[in-house]
């Protein structure tokens, strides 16, 4: 079974300041991570996924996430926010086998981008 | 970019109807999920669904619940008799193969409450 746990429910951030949104999972096998976004009223959209090899993966719109193995974490980064970035971030994972695209997500994380 | 479209998007029923949520997704995809999220919790996966079968569904996926794709573009999810803690917001989502590393596509959801 897998979990994955997104500490901070909310982040407020200034316009052109960077950010991190934090994810930690836990699995018992191997597993491929993802961030996705929600703008309001809006469906899930895939910001970025790793699969395997570099443990920086660049995702659309800026942002970048580094996959930590030893610490089982998936921060997502932006080195400057947008008033458009404010949306909800979920972090998931789906085992590498036998999970088909039953992913597991987090809580998610409020991004709230002010000038 | 392509669509997963969700009708309706806010469903009021009272508890013990029947409903129906409604979903089209992408035209090329073969395989269909249903997730939900209850407010201040995580998205849950519910189910998924390839060459007309149930491929997979989790522990909240009881007998109440059924899935079916009456046509070559629709899939449908049926809760048979609902319950108050059956108010959340329902998501499809489709994609293209059933590996557990590629992109989901998800509608925009509907808003499930049960009075």
């Known amino acids: 079974a897998q979990s994955v746990t997104q500490l901070d429910s909310q982040v407020p951030v200034f316009e052109e300041a960077p950010v991190e949104l934090r994810c930690n999972y836990s699995s018992s096998v191997s597993v491929y991570l993802f961030w996705y976004v929600q703008y309001p009223n809006q469906g899930l959209q895939l910001l970025l996924k790793?699969?395997?090899?570099?443990?920086l993966v660049k995702g659309i719109n800026g942002f970048e996430a580094e996959f930590n193995k030893s610490q089982t974490s998936f921060h997502l980064r932006k080195p400057s926010v947008h008033i458009s970035d404010t949306a909800e971030y979920f972090c998931a994972v789906s085992p590498f086998t036998g999970g088909g695209n039953k992913l597991t997500f987090g809580t998610g994380t409020q991004l709230k981008v002010e000038l | 970019e392509p669509e997963v479209t969700q009708t309706p998007s806010h469903q009021v029923t009272q508890m013990g109807q029947e409903v129906i949520l409604r979903c089209v997704p992408i035209?090329?995809?073969?395989?269909f999920y249903w997730y939900r999220q209850i407010l201040g919790q995580k998205v849950e996966f519910l189910v998924s669904f390839y060459n007309n079968e149930i491929s997979e569904k989790s522990e909240i996926f009881d007998d109440q619940f059924s899935v079916e794709r009456p046509d070559g573009s629709n899939f449908t999810l049926k809760i048979r008799s609902t319950k108050l803690e059956d108010s959340a917001m329902y998501f499809c989502?489709?994609?293209?193969?059933?590996?557990?590393?590629?992109?989901?596509?998800f509608g925009s959801g509907t808003q499930l409450s049960v009075l």
């Open positions: 790793y699969l395997s090899g570099s443990t």
């Open positions: 035209s090329n995809h073969l395989y």
């Open positions: 989502a489709s994609s293209e193969t059933g590996t557990g590393n590629e992109k989901l596509f």
